[in-house]
């Protein structure tokens, strides 16, 4: 499996900048509530110096939303909806071990991170404007067709993974108690992004190793070096990441 941002998308926002991380071997059963605590007790440090909406890495989501003509306190990127959660009700929602540490750390580092159950992806995936005839799967179970043009992730049997890019995440791909292969992407536009979403993709590893065990691969994807591939391949991939620390 190929995951890539189209070159359309790349050209429009140059200060893209992504984290991959595939992994096997994932259970609900998990402990990681003391791993998930830490990366909170880090979000709610940032959100004592101020509310979410003057963070860099916000702000420049806000920007991307405005040029794709979308109000941007209406469609909120799932980092700023996360931290927004937390600002307001002092706690997030538990779902699963790893959905829970992986918005954990998406609040800690104010970036968006998604985790797609790689079963439930068909082929590559691809992060590109919409065509209006894939086929998007909501939690209620409704089937959408997003807006020609609009951002989504999109696999080889033309099935939308998100809708409006970062800001709502498809049913079909959401890991569940089965899920034992998962994507984990995180995506920043904010300037000088590439050192946060290095360590971000660290502490992943990280905790995928120390949490289940997981064999994992990981990789930071930029124009330089824009696919991630799995099994790795050894041509345009991005680069490898080592385990770290925020």
């Given at each position: 499996?190929?995951?890539?941002?189209?070159?359309?998308?790349?050209?429009?926002?140059?200060?893209?900048?992504?984290?991959?991380?595939?992994?096997?071997g994932?259970?609900?059963?998990?402990?990681?509530?003391?791993?998930?605590?830490?990366?909170?007790?880090?979000?709610?440090?940032?959100?004592?110096?101020?509310?979410?909406?003057?963070?860099?890495?916000?702000?420049?989501?806000?920007r991307?939303?405005?040029?794709?003509?979308?109000r941007?306190?209406?469609?909120?990127?799932?980092?700023?909806?996360l931290?927004?959660?937390?600002?307001?009700?002092?706690?997030?929602?538990?779902v699963?071990?790893?959905?829970?540490?992986?918005?954990?750390?998406?609040?800690?580092?104010?970036i968006?991170?998604?985790?797609?159950?790689?079963?439930?992806v068909?082929?590559?995936?691809?992060?590109?404007?919409?065509h209006?005839d894939?086929?998007y799967?909501?939690?209620?179970?409704?089937?959408?067709?997003?807006?020609?043009?609009?951002?989504t992730?999109?696999?080889?049997?033309?099935r939308?993974?998100?809708?409006?890019?970062?800001?709502?995440?498809?049913?079909?791909?959401?890991?569940?108690?089965?899920?034992?292969?998962?994507?984990?992407?995180a995506?920043?536009?904010?300037?000088?992004?590439?050192?946060?979403?290095?360590?971000?993709v660290?502490?992943?590893?990280?905790?995928?190793?120390?949490g289940?065990?997981?064999p994992?691969a990981?990789?930071?994807?930029t124009?330089?070096?824009?696919?991630?591939?799995?099994?790795?391949?050894?041509?345009?991939?991005?680069q490898?990441?080592?385990?770290?620390s925020?």
């Amino acid at each position: 499996m190929q995951f890539e941002h189209s070159p359309r998308l790349r050209d429009a926002y140059p200060d893209l900048v992504a984290g991959v991380v595939q992994a096997a071997g994932i259970t609900a059963t998990a402990d990681v509530a003391a791993r998930t605590a830490a990366h909170l007790a880090e979000a709610r440090r940032r959100l004592a110096g101020g509310a979410e909406s003057g963070f860099p890495e916000i702000q420049a989501w806000r920007r991307a939303y405005a040029a794709m003509g979308l109000r941007p306190t209406k469609y909120r990127c799932a980092a700023e909806a996360l931290l927004r959660r937390l600002r307001l009700d002092g706690e997030l929602p538990r779902v699963h071990p790893l959905v829970d540490l992986c918005n954990a750390i998406s609040a800690a580092y104010a970036i968006p991170v998604a985790a797609l159950d790689l079963d439930r992806v068909d082929g590559d995936l691809v992060v590109r404007p919409a065509h209006g005839d894939e086929a998007y799967l909501s939690f209620a179970g409704d089937t959408e067709h997003p807006e020609p043009g609009e951002v989504t992730f999109v696999d080889s049997a033309g099935r939308a993974h998100a809708r409006r890019w970062t800001n709502r995440q498809s049913g079909w791909s959401a890991v569940r108690a089965g899920t034992s292969s998962v994507l984990i992407v995180a995506e920043a536009l904010h300037a000088g992004g590439g050192p946060a979403v290095t360590r971000l993709v660290a502490d992943l590893v990280t905790e995928l190793t120390e949490g289940w065990s997981a064999p994992t691969a990981a990789a930071v994807l930029t124009a330089a070096a824009p696919r991630f591939r799995t099994p790795a391949a050894d041509d345009d991939r991005g680069q490898a990441v080592s385990p770290g620390s925020r």
